[in-house]
């Protein structure tokens, strides 16, 4: 499974696009990315998934390069609500059945 | 819809004790996984299961065993529990048949070990 680095933590506004960028140099062709939101003292959810280009949902949208060697979790307008731990999850089924999580990327939404 | 359910949702052990944390999927999800999570760490993989009646080792499996005897359960017990296995046990299931990472998480499992 691809190896992924993201920030430790990251400050916001209420309002503000806030982007979390996620590098995956060592990606394998089948891989997808994947990302997922922890809020305290739950589970982790799925936000989005993409494998190339733009994927957009009603929650976020996520940009990935051409070389795929990285991608950008992008949440507009974020409210306090946001305040979360946000993980990047690179990897798929042929590549093995054990999905191992980095330790994420923490955002704090300030008022 | 229930999805992934975990049983108990809090549980204090004395050093030495045994116990079993158990989960159950209903949505019928062939792969059923067992994470970690100690205070502001991430997700640290245990043990997993590719099917009723497999099972295989993560990152952190020692001090854990695991059983998957039915489909829709997936089992993590303690034989004998240590303060350094205190932490919140969450357990996952992912559907055969999807090529990405969407993996269905269940709330948690908090567990202290005194």
């Known amino acids: 499974l691809a190896k992924t680095t993201q920030p430790i933590s990251m400050d916001s506004y209420e309002g503000q696009e806030v982007n979390i960028t996620c590098s995956h140099n060592?990606?394998?062709?089948?891989?997808?990315i994947t990302w997922y939101q922890q809020f305290p003292s739950q589970g982790p959810r799925f936000i989005i998934q993409g494998y190339k280009t733009k994927v957009t949902n009603e929650v976020a949208s996520l940009f990935i390069p051409a070389d795929r060697k990285s991608s950008t979790l992008s949440l507009p307008r974020v409210s306090l609500s946001d305040t979360a731990v946000y993980y990047c999850?690179?990897?798929?089924?042929?590549?093995?059945?054990?999905?191992?999580f980095g330790k994420g990327t923490r955002l704090l939404v300030k008022p | 819809n229930a999805g992934v359910t975990q049983t108990p949702k809090f549980r204090v052990l004395k050093t030495g004790q045994s116990m079993t944390l158990l989960c159950a999927q209903d949505m019928n999800h062939e792969y059923m996984y067992w994470y970690r999570q100690d205070p502001g760490m991430g997700l640290r993989l245990i043990h997993y299961?590719?099917?009723?009646?497999?099972?295989a080792k993560g990152e952190v499996p020692d001090g854990y065993n695991v059983s998957r005897l039915k489909k829709q359960n997936f089992l993590l017990g303690l034989e004998s529990a240590a303060p350094s296995q205190t932490s919140v046990y969450f357990c996952?299931?992912?559907?055969?048949?999807?090529?990405?990472?969407?993996?269905?998480f269940g709330e948690g499992s908090w567990l202290t070990v005194v």
């Open positions: 299961s590719v099917g009723e009646g497999t099972t």
């Open positions: 996952a299931s992912r559907p055969v048949g999807d090529s990405g990472n969407t993996i269905y």
């Open positions: 060592n990606i394998a062709t089948n891989d997808y």
């Open positions: 999850l690179v990897g798929s089924l042929g590549q093995g059945f054990s999905f191992i």
